[in-house]
């Protein structure tokens, strides 16, 4: 059977999503699955499925095509050619992926119910977000729904963790220090980088320390003893983080390549709903979370707000957080979580937190 999912979506959405199409194509090898991914996942997927079974499209224009007839024209062409029998929507999807699921999609159609999709009659299999529900275990819902309607094997109660195999580059020389990832999808959900960069101080003195540079941390001045590094790649960041003591960051999809490679974590959390925290190797990650900003988390279940809405207090929930007492959380942290080397997650050993 032919199968189509839809995941064009940011790189922690799709990470969480891996496991999906991993149980897909380990479980029912007869099938042709063939997905829609975006430009920044696109070599996670291409590791699993081959490139002729893959359509890697700018989330952006994804998004807005269902608005633009001749554009959303190539992606139908593009779909109609996999022949898919049934199709597979992720939680975040747009109108596009509705459309095109409709319209190509097969007689199947499985995928999450949302108040912003216009089109009729775009799905046979509706499964509903519950309360207090994380999304990749929502999303795994409906891969165990579409399995069932399709007649394949029932999946797990709980999805696996994701499998890094055939994602991980030639090997870097070890490293044992600490990565600080200071960038974010947008503005508010940053903790200063000046904080950042006062953190990376403290934490020079006694490690190695590793500063991934975004555009907006260029001019951010750090001791040279610092080693600061530009993203590669996918491949790149997995490397390090397997072989990282201590991953720092703000939620973010780094914050999910750590959870996968099971690296020790802290996370400075805003604006972001839990149920967007990461599902996998949860005790080896610390959540900073202000516990007393009334608007924390401002962001719903659904989708991001985009801005910071506190007029009063600015950024309260991440400026809460000194560079000291990240600094202090961050020393226990590595005491208690950080003697041994970090191990790669595989398919065989692998275990839900």
């Known amino acids: ?5 839809f995941k064009v979506s940011s790189l922690g959405d799709s990470l969480a999503y891996l496991s999906i199409v991993q149980a897909l194509q380990r479980l029912y090898p007869d099938w042709k699955v063939h997905a829609c991914v975006s430009e920044f996942a696109a070599g996670l997927f291409q590791a699993v499925l081959p490139a002729s079974q893959l359509l890697v499209a700018d989330r952006d224009e ?3 095509a269902w608005k633009h007839p001749l554009r959303l024209r190539r992606l139908l062409r593009r779909v109609r050619e996999w022949q898919a029998q049934a199709a597979l929507l992720g939680d975040d999807q747009p109108n596009t992926a509705y459309l095109l699921a409709r319209l190509a999609g097969g007689a199947t159609r499985v995928g999450p119910v949302r108040d912003f999709i216009k089109v009729p009659d775009a799905l046979t299999h509706e499964v509903a977000w519950r309360t207090g529900q994380g999304i990749p275990l929502w999303n795994w819902e409906m891969a165990r729904m579409f399995a069932r309607v399709t007649g394949g094997e029932e999946l797990p109660v709980s999805p696996p963790v994701p499998s890094i195999d055939g994602l991980e580059p030639l090997p870097l020389a070890a490293r044992r220090g600490v990565v600080i990832h200071p960038g974010a999808g947008k503005a508010y959900q940053r903790w200063d980088a000046h904080r950042f960069a006062e953190l990376a101080r403290r934490l020079a003195v006694d490690h190695d320390v590793i500063w991934f540079d975004q555009e907006f941390t260029a001019d951010v001045r750090l001791p040279r003893s610092v080693e600061r590094l530009t993203p590669r790649s996918l491949q790149f960041l997995l490397e390090l983080l397997c072989r990282a003591r201590l991953f720092v960051g703000n939620n973010s999809g780094p914050m999910h390549v750590a959870a996968m490679a099971a690296c020790p974590s802290i996370i400075l959390n805003g604006p972001s709903h839990p149920v967007w925290d990461p599902m996998w190797n949860t005790e080896r990650i610390s959540m900073l979370r202000a516990a007393n900003v009334a608007c924390q988390p401002c962001d719903p279940p659904a ?6 809405a506190n007029t009063r207090e600015p950024m309260a929930c991440l400026n809460a957080w000194s560079a000291r007492e990240v600094f202090a959380r961050c020393e226990n942290w590595m005491e ?12 065989e050993t692998a275990a839900p937190a």
């Open 1 to 5: 059977m032919n199968v189509a999912l």
């Open 62 to 64: 994804f998004h807005s």
């Open 303 to 308: 989708c991001p707000v985009g801005v910071c």
């Open 336 to 347: 208690h979580h950080c003697s041994g080397g970090m191990v790669l997650p595989s398919r």
